[in-house]
C-alpha cells in the first residue's frame, strides 16, 4: 500500500537526512519504525506526508509511492486526500480552537453533518477522556490531553492509512494502555499504520512488521516477534538485560561514560 | 571561514568573526579602498556612499530590534527624525559641536525609542508594529503642531555644517569621512552587541519569550532595551542625516521611509548584521541606477513618455522586495550561510 | 557657439505625477524655442537633463554631486520644497542659483538667496485674492474666510499658517472664521462645511490639493450651500473641474495666483503658448500647469539672457546668472505676459515689490479671466 | 538550612497552593516541600496538575492561594526571571529551546543571567566582557561535554530530533547554575538507552552540585529507580506521598494511575 | 445639540467605513494569519475597477458594480497566486513581508498603468444626503454603514459558524497543521484575498462615491488599521464596534478639538485611541488572546 524505494531527504540542501530508506507498508498492516534519536524516523515521516517543505527539506532522491501513485513532495494536502494521515510530533493543536473544533476540523472533509457527529460519537466511546475536554480551549490543555487531541483528530478523517509519530508521548501509563487499545481496534476495522515510537515494547506488541532506523538508514528489518527477541534490540529498545530482567537506572554503570563532571 | 577540516582551538578564536588571514586581508583592503575612494571615484558616487552609510546605521539599529530582537518596527524613520531633530536645534541653537550633538542625537531618539519599547513589553507581533506606525504619526503630529520656536513647525530647521577645529564638513568627501568614521564605529558596535549577552538575550526574546524569561531574562526590559538600542542607531543616523542635508523637516521622516528601512532588512536577510549591509546597499543602488538611468531611458525611447519610466521606479523596488521574498524569504544571507556550510563539509555531503 | 547646462529637477513618481508630464513640457518647449531664437542669435545653446528627485529630498542630496559634476550647470530649475530643502544650504556653496515654478514656501524666506521663485508665497497669493474679493463685494465689513488645510504635508501648514497671521494683523479685512485641517484625501466634509456655513464663510480658501477640493465641494452642495473656492494654481479650476467631472460644477469658483491665467481669452501669453504649440513641439493643453511650466522656462532664459547681455556669451556662470536677476527687472513683456514684471531683491527669494495676482474664475462652464493685476498687499513674515 | 528566626526551610515549598483557570482547578490547596539533596518525583494521570505546579513554581502562573518559598522567602508573585535569578531552573514539557539558535547559543542564553558587562562594554568589546565571554564559555564546553552533545555544538537547535532537544534543554537548565532544578517529562521521546544515559545524567547532576531536583515522569521504571520520595496529584489534588515502595502499593494510585 | 448628535452621527458611519476596510484586512488575517500592510492599495486597485468599468468603459452602475467586484476578485486571486501561493510553507512572517513589498509594487503599478492624474469618480450612491429634521446624513455613508454591518454579520457567521469558516481558521492558526489535515491552504489564502480584494472595492465605492480618485486614497488604509487592532485582528463583529467608537471619538475631536488647538489632531486620534486600548487589552477587545503554555 505504501511503498519507500531508496529515499533520500535533504535539508536547507545540505544536510542529508535519509540516506536510502526502502521499506514496505502493506494494507491492514501495522508497521513500527524504531530507532534512536535523530536517526530519522520523523524525517521518514514528514517525506511521506509532504510536510517537509515547511523545513526546507525535501526527497531528494528515490519515490514514495501510496495505492500506486508518486506521492514524493507532493503538497501535503494533496497527500491527504490520497487517504494518508500524519499525526506530527511536538502536539501541534489548534490551539485557539476548542477540542471539539479540533475535532471537526478533522473531520473536514466528511460529507454530511450526520456522518460527522457519528465519527465524533466513535472519538468520544473510544476515548471518553476527550468528551470530557470538548470545550476547553485546546492550547490550554496538558500535554497528555493535547497528545490524545491530535490522535483523536486523525481518527476524524478516518484515512486508509495513519502515519503516527510517537502516539505514547507523555501518557500516563493507563492512557498510554487505553491508546494502544485504540489503535488496536482501528486496526481492527482495517485501517492501516506506520508507527513510530520510542516505546518499543507498546509498539512491537501491535505492530506486524518493525524497521529499525539508524543514523538515517535502516540497520534491521523483520517480523515484529522476532524483533522483540533480539538482543540488541531488548538491551538497547526495550531496555531489558539478557536475562530477560528489567535494569535499574540506579545501576547503570558510571564506566559507560566517558569522563566524569566536574570531577 | 575555515574550511572543512580545520577547527578552532580556543573559545576565543571560536568566537572570533574574522577567521582567516584572508579573511583579514581582504577586511583592510575593502576598507582602504573605502577609505580612498573620495581620490579614487566621483563625487556622485561619493554622495550615493554617503547615503548608503547613513541608512546603515539606521537599518543596522532596525536589524537589532527587528531582525535580532523580533519586534516588528515600523518606526524606525520617526526615531531617526527624533535624531535628527535633536542634532539639528543642538547645532543651531546651541552651537554644540558634532563630536557631541550626534550621540545626543542618539541618546534622545533612544528615549522616544523606549518608551515605545515599553509598550512592547505588553503588546506583540503584528499588534506592536501598529503601535510603530502610530510613533510615526504622533511624531508628525508633534513636530508640526508643537510652537515653531521649538522644533521649526512646518518650517523645518536649518543646520549648520559639522566642524572641526576649523575645518568645515560641507564637500561630499568631507562628510563621507565623518559618516564613514560615525557608521563603522556603528557598525563595529553592532557586531559587539549581537554577540554579547545582549545579543543572546534578543535573539532568546524572539524565538520565545516564555522561556528566556524562564532563562532569567527580563523580558520586558530586553525588548524596551531592543528598541533603545535600534532607535539609538535611529538617531545617530539621524544626525548624520541632518549634517548631510543641513536641513530638516517633517516630511523626510515617513512612514514610506521606515518601510524602505524594513525593506532593506528583508532583502538581506533578518537577523543579521551583515545581512543589513547588504539589502541597504541593494535597495540603494537600484533607486541610484534608476534615477540615473531612468532619464536617459526616457530621452532616447521617448515613446515611453517620461512617467513611464519613473513610475517604474516604485515597480522596480516593490518587484524586487516581492521577488526577494518569494525567491529567498529567508534574505540574501541565509542563502550565502548555506553556501558556506556546504562549503565548511565539502566534498563530503554527509 | 558656447553651450550651457541646466539642470531640471522632476518628479515624475511622487506627488506631483500627475502635473509633472505637462509641466516638463512646457519648461522644455521654451528653451527649445529660446534656442532657436535668441540662442542663435547670441551665440549661445542651452542644453538641459532632466533628474527624478521623487519629490524627495534624500534624493536630490544624493543626486545633487553628480549633477554638479556631471553637468556644471550654470542654474537649476527646482520643482519644489524638498529641492529647496536639500539645496538650499548647497547652491551658495556651489555658487549655482536655482529657478522653481511655484509660489514660494514662508521656511524658504530668506535673505540672500540662490533659490528664487517667480511668484511670492501661496500666503501672499490667498490674502491679494481676498482683497480684491472683499473690494468686489463693496462694504467696511471684513471677509468672512475658512481655510481647508492638512497637515499631511508641512507645505499645506505653511500657506494657512501665513493666511491665518495675515488676518489677525488685519481683522478689519479678514475675518477667518473657520481654519479646517483634514487628509489629503478626505471621507466626508459634510460635517466641517456645515460649519463653515454657518460661521457664514463668505470664500473658502483651498490651497492644498485637488482631492480636497472636490471633498469640500461635495460637502457644500450637500449643505445646499455655494461658497466660493478659492485655489491655487496646482489645484485650480481646471484640475478641479475635471475631477468633479466638469468645469461647470466650479461656476462661481475661483484660482488666484501671480501668473497668467490659462482662460479662453485671446492674450500675449496664449498667442505665446500657440507659438510654442506650432513651432517647438510642445503638446501640453493650454491649462495653468503648462503655464506654471513655461513661465518658469521664460523668467530663467529670461535672467540668463540678461546675464549674458551684460558678461558676454563666454564664460557665464551661475553667480552671474543671479547678479543679473538682482541687476534689471524682468518685465512682462519679456515672458510674454505670463509673469507680471519681477524686481528681485537680495532680500527675499521673490519680488517684495510690485506682487500681483490674477484672478481666473468659472463662467458659463468656460474659465474667464476675473481680474488682472490685482495688488497684493505688504504680508509680515511668519 | 536554617533561616534567622530558626525553624528548618527547605529549598523549596509550595504551601496550599490553589489555581483554577475559569472553571477548571488546576490545583486545589497542593503542599510540597523538598528536601535539600532530594530527589522529588511528581506522578499523576494526565491532566492532573503536574506542570502547572511547576508553573507556580517557577512563577509563571501565580496561584489564586497558598505561597511558594525558596529557602524560606516568600516568592510568590515574583516575576519568572526574578525567580529563576533566585536559583530555580526549570526544562520543559515538549520543548522551548530557540530553534534557531546553535546548542551552544542555546547554553549561553542559560548562563545570560551570571553574566554582568552592559550595553556599552558590548558596543565597544572592550575588556572585561571578553574575558566574561571566554569564561562563560567555558562554562558552557563543560556542560556540552558532560551532555555529550559535542558533536551537535553547532547545529541549530530546530534540526535535531526531539530525544536530543531534551538534552540541550537540561544542558540549557544546568548553564544557570541552579540551586534547585525543575524537570518537566525529560524521558518523554526516547528509547530505553537513551533515558539510561539521561538517568546516568541527572544522577551526576545531583551527586557533583548537590542540588535538589523536581522530577515530572511518566515512565515508571524511572521515577521508581530514581526517586527519593514521590508525590502523586490526581485531579489538581496530593493523592499519595511516600517513598517509591509506599506507592506502588497504594491503592489509590493504583486505581487513578498505574491500573 | 442637534449639530451635536450629527456629527457623532456622521463620525459613527465614517467609523463604519473605516470597519470595512479594516475587515478586508481582518478576512485575510483570518482565513491566512497574513496580515496585510498593502490593505490600501487594495482600495485603490479597486476604486480604479469601479472607475474603469463605469467612467471609461461607461457601463451603467448596474453592471459596472458587479463586474468591478468579479475583477476585483481575479485580482486578488492573481496577487495571491503570484506572490502568495510560492511562500505556502515558508514562515507567516516571509508572507507579511512580501505584502510590504505588494505596497511599494502596487502602489508603483497603479501609477503605471492609470497615471497619476486625480480622477472624477462616479456617482455610486446619491449625492443628496438624508435629512433628519435639522440633520443630514451622508447617503454614501448611510449605505455603506448598512452594507458593513451586514457584511460583518454575514461573515462574521462565516467564520464562526460554518465548516469552511472552521477550515480558514485551521490555515490562519497554523499553515503546517493545517495542510498536515488536508486542508489547503493555498485555497484558504486565495478565497481570503479575493474575499478581501472584494470588501475593499466595496469600501473603495463608499469612500469615493462621488468625488476624486488618485493612488493618494491608499491612505485609508492607515487610517482603518486602528480599527482593526482595537477590534483585535480575529474579530470581524468587533470591527463594527471599534469603527463606531474610533469613528465618533475622531468626528469629535475633529469638530470640537482641533479648532482650539489649531490643529489636526482628528487624524492622529485613532492611534492614540488604538495604543490606549492595546496597553488594557494587548489583542484588542476581542482579539484571541495569546496562548502562552509551557
Ligand atoms: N529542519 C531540519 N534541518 C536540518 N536537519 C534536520 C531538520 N530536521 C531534522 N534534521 C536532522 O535529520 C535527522 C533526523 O531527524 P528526525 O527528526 O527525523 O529524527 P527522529 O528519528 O525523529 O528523532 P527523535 O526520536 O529524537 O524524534 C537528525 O539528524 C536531525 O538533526
Ligand atoms: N492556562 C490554562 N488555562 C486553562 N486551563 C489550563 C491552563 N493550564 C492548565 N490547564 C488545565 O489544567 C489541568 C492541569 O494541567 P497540567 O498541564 O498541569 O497537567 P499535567 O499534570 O502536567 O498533565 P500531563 O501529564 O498531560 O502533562 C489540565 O486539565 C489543563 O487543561
Ligand atoms: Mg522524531
Ligand atoms: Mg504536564
Redesign the pocket.
Known amino acids: 500500500m505504501l511503498e519507500l524505494n531508496n529515499v533520500e531527504v535533504t535539508y536547507s540542501d545540505v544536510i542529508l537526512a535519509l540516506k536510502g530508506v526502502s521499506m514496505t507498508v502493506r494494507a491492514g498492516q501495522c508497521v513500527a519504525l524504531l530507532g534512536g534519536n535523530g536517526a530519522g524516523k520523523s524525517t521518514t515521516l514528514k517525506a511521506i506526508s509532504g510536510t517537509l517543505k515547511s523545513e526546507d527539506g525535501t526527497v531528494s532522491a528515490g519515490s514514495i509511492v501510496l495505492d500506486g501513485t508518486p506521492i514524493q513532495n507532493m503538497e501535503a494536502s494533496e497527500v491527504v486526500k490520497n487517504g494518508l494521515i500524519h499525526v506530527m510530533e511536538g502536539r501541534r493543536v489548534l490551539r485557539h480552537l476548542t477540542s471539539e473544533q479540533n475535532l471537526i476540523v478533522g473531520g473536514h472533509m466528511v460529507p454530511n453533518s450526520a456522518e460527522l457527529k457519528k465519527r465524533l460519537d466513535h472519538v468520544y466511546t473510544l476515548m471518553p477522556r476527550l468528551a470530557d ?1 470538548r470545550n ?2 485546546s492550547g ?6 493535547q ?1 490524545l487531541l491530535l490522535i483523536g483528530r486523525a481518527m476524524m478523517a478516518s484515512p486508509k492509512i495513519i502515519a503516527i509519530d510517537e502516539p505514547s508521548l ?3 501509563p493507563m492512557m498510554i494502555r487505553d491508546v494502544y487499545e485504540v489503535l488496536k481496534q482501528l486496526k481492527s476495522e482495517g485501517t492501516t499504520f506506520f508507527l513510530v515510537e520510542q516505546n518499543s515494547a507498546a509498539a512491537l506488541s501491535i505492530a506486524d512488521y518493525a524497521y529499525v532506523m539508524e543514523n538515517g538508514r535502516i540497520v534491521m528489518d523483520g517480523p515484529a516477534d522476532k524483533l522483540a527477541d533480539n538482543e540488541d534490540i531488548k538491551e538497547f529498545y526495550l531496555g531489558v538485560t539478557a536475562s530477560g530482567e528489567r535494569k535499574s537506572y540506579r545501576d547503570i554503570k558510571h564506566y559507560r561514560r566517558r569522563k566524569r563532571w566536574l570531577g | 571561514m575555515d574550511p572543512s577540516g580545520v577547527f578552532p582551538t580556543s573559545y576565543r578564536s571560536d568566537r572570533r568573526l574574522i577567521r582567516t588571514r584572508w579573511q583579514f586581508l581582504a577586511l583592510v583592503v575593502f576598507m582602504a579602498l573605502l577609505l580612498l575612494a573620495p581620490y579614487l571615484v566621483s563625487s556622485r558616487i561619493i554622495a550615493i556612499l554617503n547615503m548608503m552609510m547613513i541608512s546603515a546605521v539606521i537599518a543596522v539599529g532596525l536589524q537589532i530590534c527587528t531582525g535580532y530582537a523580533g519586534q516588528i518596527n515600523l518606526g524606525q524613520a520617526a526615531f531617526m527624525g527624533v535624531g535628527a531633530y535633536t542634532a539639528s536645534i543642538l547645532a543651531s541653537k546651541t552651537g554644540l559641536t558634532f563630536l557631541l550633538t550626534i550621540p545626543l542625537a542618539g541618546l534622545s531618539a533612544a528615549l522616544f525609542g523606549f518608551l515605545f519599547g515599553l509598550t512592547a513589553a505588553r503588546i506583540k507581533g503584528f499588534y506592536l508594529a501598529l503601535t510603530t506606525i502610530a510613533a510615526q504619526f504622533l511624531f508628525h503630529f508633534a513636530v508640526l503642531n508643537l510652537p515653531s520656536t521649538w522644533l521649526g513647525g512646518s518650517n523645518g530647521i536649518t543646520v549648520p555644517p559639522a566642524e572641526l577645529f576649523g575645518l568645515r564638513f560641507v564637500s561630499e568627501s568631507s562628510q563621507f569621512y565623518l559618516n564613514f568614521a560615525v557608521s563603522a564605529i556603528m557598525v563595529a558596535g553592532a557586531f559587539g552587541i549581537v554577540r554579547s549577552r545582549f545579543g543572546r538575550a534578543f535573539v532568546a526574546v524572539r524565538d520565545d519569550d516564555v522561556a528566556a524569561g524562564i532563562m532569567g531574562i527580563n523580558v520586558a526590559a530586553t525588548k524596551a532595551n531592543a528598541f533603545l538600542i535600534g532607535a539609538f542607531y535611529a538617531g545617530v543616523g539621524g544626525a548624520l542625516w541632518a549634517y548631510l542635508i543641513r536641513f530638516v523637516g517633517v516630511d523626510q521622516f515617513t512612514l514610506f521611509h521606515s518601510i524602505f528601512f524594513v525593506a532593506m532588512i528583508i532583502v538581506g536577510g533578518m537577523g543579521s548584521i551583515v545581512g543589513a549591509l547588504i539589502g541597504v546597499f541593494i535597495i540603494r543602488i537600484i533607486q541610484e541606477i534608476i534615477a540615473t538611468v531612468g532619464p536617459n531611458i526616457a530621452d532616447s525611447v521617448s515613446f515611453l513618455g517620461g512617467d513611464i519610466v519613473f513610475a517604474g521606479m516604485n515597480v522596480v523596488l516593490g518587484g524586487v522586495i516581492a521577488l526577494f521574498m518569494i525567491l529567498e524569504p529567508k534574505g540574501l544571507m541565509h542563502r550565502w550561510n548555506i553556501l558556506k556550510s556546504s562549503y565548511r563539509i565539502w566534498p563530503f555531503p554527509y | 557657439e558656447e553651450t550651457y547646462n541646466l539642470a531640471l529637477l522632476s518628479d515624475f513618481s511622487g506627488p506631483y505625477a500627475d502635473i509633472m508630464p505637462i509641466l516638463a513640457g512646457g519648461r522644455e518647449a521654451v528653451f527649445t524655442w529660446w534656442n532657436e531664437t535668441r540662442g542663435k542669435e547670441l551665440g549661445v545653446t542651452l542644453n538641459y537633463k532632466n533628474y527624478e528627485t521623487r519629490y524627495d529630498a534624500a534624493q536630490v542630496a544624493s543626486l545633487w554631486p553628480g549633477i554638479k559634476s556631471e553637468l556644471d550647470p550654470i542654474a537649476v530649475v527646482g520643482l519644489g520644497g524638498p529641492d529647496v530643502a536639500a539645496l538650499s544650504e548647497r547652491l551658495p556653496e556651489d555658487k549655482i542659483p536655482m529657478f522653481m515654478a511655484t509660489a514660494a514656501y514662508g521656511f524658504a524666506w530668506q535673505p540672500d538667496a540662490w533659490i528664487f521663485n517667480p511668484r511670492p508665497t501661496y500666503s501672499h497669493e490667498s490674502v491679494g485674492f481676498l482683497n480684491w474679493m472683499r473690494e468686489q463685494r463693496g462694504g467696511d465689513e471684513p471677509l468672512k474666510v475658512a481655510i481647508l488645510a492638512s497637515e499631511a504635508s508641512p507645505a499645506y501648514v505653511d500657506m494657512a499658517k501665513g493666511l491665518e497671521l495675515y488676518a489677525e494683523e488685519h481683522p478689519e479685512e479678514i475675518d477667518l472664521v473657520e481654519v479646517i485641517y483634514t487628509e489629503v484625501q478626505p471621507t466626508d466634509l459634510t460635517g466641517q462645511m456645515r460649519r463653515v456655513v454657518r460661521a457664514g464663510a463668505e470664500a473658502l480658501v483651498i490651497q492644498t490639493n485637488t482631492s480636497i477640493v472636490v471633498a469640500a465641494k461635495r460637502g457644500l452642495q450637500a449643505n445646499g450651500a455655494n461658497i466660493p473656492i478659492m485655489m491655487s494654481s496646482h489645484n485650480g479650476l481646471p484640475a478641479s473641474g475635471g475631477a468633479l467631472g466638469g468645469l461647470e460644477q466650479m461656476e462661481g469658483d475661483f484660482e488666484a495666483y501671480g501668473m497668467a491665467i490659462a482662460a479662453d481669452e485671446d492674450t500675449p501669453a496664449r498667442q505665446f503658448y500657440e507659438t510654442l504649440v506650432a513651432d517647438y513641439g510642445l503638446e501640453a493643453p493650454w491649462n495653468v500647469v503648462t503655464a506654471m511650466g513655461v513661465s518658469q522656462g521664460l523668467y530663467t532664459v529670461t535672467v540668463i539672457d540678461h546675464a549674458i547681455e551684460a558678461n558676454g556669451a563666454e564664460g557665464l556662470t551661475g553667480e552671474m546668472v543671479r547678479e543679473a536677476l538682482f541687476a534689471k527687472p524682468i518685465t512682462t513683456e519679456e515672458t510674454h505676459g505670463f509673469l507680471p514684471t519681477l524686481s528681485f531683491t537680495p532680500e527675499a527669494p521673490f519680488p517684495l515689490e510690485g506682487l500681483k495676482v490674477n484672478v481666473g474664475t468659472v463662467k458659463d462652464g468656460k474659465i474667464t479671466i476675473a481680474a488682472t493685476g490685482v495688488d497684493v498687499p505688504q504680508v509680515e513674515k511668519w | 538550612m536554617t533561616t534567622n528566626n530558626g525553624h528548618v526551610s527547605s529549598p523549596l515549598a509550595v504551601r496550599g497552593a490553589t489555581l483554577k ?2 472553571g ?1 482547578t ?1 490545583l486545589d490547596d497542593v503542599s510540597i516541600s523538598v528536601a535539600d539533596d532530594e530527589l522529588l518525583a511528581i506522578i ?10 511547576l ?1 507556580v513554581t517557577a512563577g509563571f ?1 501565580r496561584p489564586q492561594k497558598g505561597r511558594v518559598e525558596l529557602s524560606g522567602q516568600d516568592v510568590t508573585g515574583l516575576r519568572v526571571d526574578q525567580i529563576a535569578r533566585r536559583g530555580l531552573a526549570r526544562t520543559f ?1 515538549g520543548t522551548h529551546l530557540f530553534a534557531g539558535q546553535t546548542v551552544v547559543e542555546n547554553i549561553m542564553i542559560g548562563r545570560h543571567m551570571l553574566m554582568k558587562s552592559n550595553v556599552v562594554q558590548a558596543f565597544f568589546q572592550f575588556g572585561p566582557v571578553m574575558r566574561e565571554e571566554s569564561e562563560h564559555r567555558e562554562a558552557a564546553e563543560e556542560i556540552i561535554d558532560f551532555l555529550e552533545i559535542e558533536a551537535i555544538r553547532n547545529r541549530p537547535v530546530g534540526t535535531l530530533g526531539y530525544g536530543l532537544r531534551k538534552r540541550v534543554d537540561l544542558g540549557r537548565a544546568l548553564a544557570q547554575e541552579p540551586s534547585i532544578l525543575l524537570m ?2 525529560p524521558m518523554a521521546g526516547m528509547n530505553s538507552e537513551e533515558k539510561e544515559d539521561l538517568a546516568r545524567f541527572i544522577l551526576d547532576v545531583r551527586e557533583a552540585r548537590k542540588i535538589p531536583v523536581v522530577l ?1 515522569e ?1 515512565d515508571m521504571g524511572v521515577v521508581m529507580d530514581l526517586a527519593d520520595r514521590i508525590v502523586v ?1 490526581d485531579f ?1 489534588r496530593v493523592i499519595a506521598e511516600g517513598t517509591p515502595e509506599e506507592i506502588q502499593k497504594d491503592p489509590a494510585v493504583i486505581k487513578a494511575y498505574l491500573g | 445639540m442637534v449639530y451635536f448628535i450629527n456629527d457623532i452621527i456622521t463620525g459613527a458611519l465614517i467609523g463604519l467605513l473605516y470597519s470595512l476596510v479594516a475587515m478586508g484586512f481582518v478576512v485575510i488575517y483570518r482565513a491566512s494569519k497574513v496580515f496585510n500592510f498593502a490593505q490600501g492599495e487594495l482600495v485603490i486597485i479597486g476604486g480604479f475597477i469601479v472607475w474603469f468599468t463605469t467612467m471609461q468603459a461607461g457601463l451603467s452602475l448596474w453592471l459596472s458594480i458587479p463586474l468591478s467586484l468579479v475583477l476585483a476578485g481575479l485580482v486578488g486571486y492573481a496577487i495571491e497566486r503570484i506572490f502568495l501561493t510560492k511562500l505556502i510553507g515558508e514562515s507567516v512572517f516571509s508572507m507579511v513581508m512580501v505584502t510590504v513589498g505588494l505596497l511599494i509594487l502596487l502602489r508603483g503599478l497603479v501609477l503605471l498603468v492609470f497615471g497619476p492624474a486625480v480622477r472624477p469618480f462616479p456617482i455610486i450612491f446619491p449625492l443628496k444626503p438624508l435629512f433628519l429634521g435639522d440633520m443630514l446624513i451622508p447617503m454614501n455613508l448611510l449605505i455603506g454603514g448598512i452594507i458593513t454591518i451586514v457584511a460583518a454579520v454575514g461573515l462574521s457567521w462565516f467564520f464562526n459558524r460554518t465548516r469552511s469558516g472552521l477550515r480558514m481558521t485551521a490555515v490562519a492558526e497554523d499553515h503546517v497543521v493545517a495542510s498536515s489535515m488536508g486542508i489547503s491552504v493555498k485555497g484558504s489564502i486565495a478565497v481570503a484575498w479575493v474575499l478581501g480584494a472584494i470588501l475593499s472595492t466595496i469600501g473603495a465605492m463608499i469612500f469615493l462615491s462621488g468625488k476624486s480618485l488618485t493612488f493618494l486614497a491608499s491612505d485609508i488604509g492607515f487610517a482603518a488599521l486602528p480599527v482593526a487592532l482595537f477590534a483585535g485582528l480575529e474579530s470581524i463583529g468587533g470591527l463594527i464596534l471599534a469603527g463606531i467608537i474610533i469613528g465618533i471619538a475622531q468626528s469629535l475631536t475633529t469638530n470640537y478639538l482641533d479648532p482650539l488647538i489649531g490643529g489636526s489632531l482628528g487624524s492622529v486620534v485613532p492611534y492614540i485611541i488604538m495604543l490606549a486600548i492595546l496597553l488594557i487589552r494587548p489583542t484588542g477587545l476581542f482579539g484571541w488572546r495569546t496562548i502562552e ?1 509551557v
Open positions: 475536554l476547553r480551549t490550554f490543555m496538558s500535554g497528555g490531553e497528545q507523555g501518557l500516563a | 483557570f475559569g477548571v488546576a499523576g494521570p494526565n491532566g492532573a496538575g503536574k506542570t502547572s505546579l508553573n502562573y514539557q518537566d517529562e515530572v511518566h496529584l489538581g | 503554555r
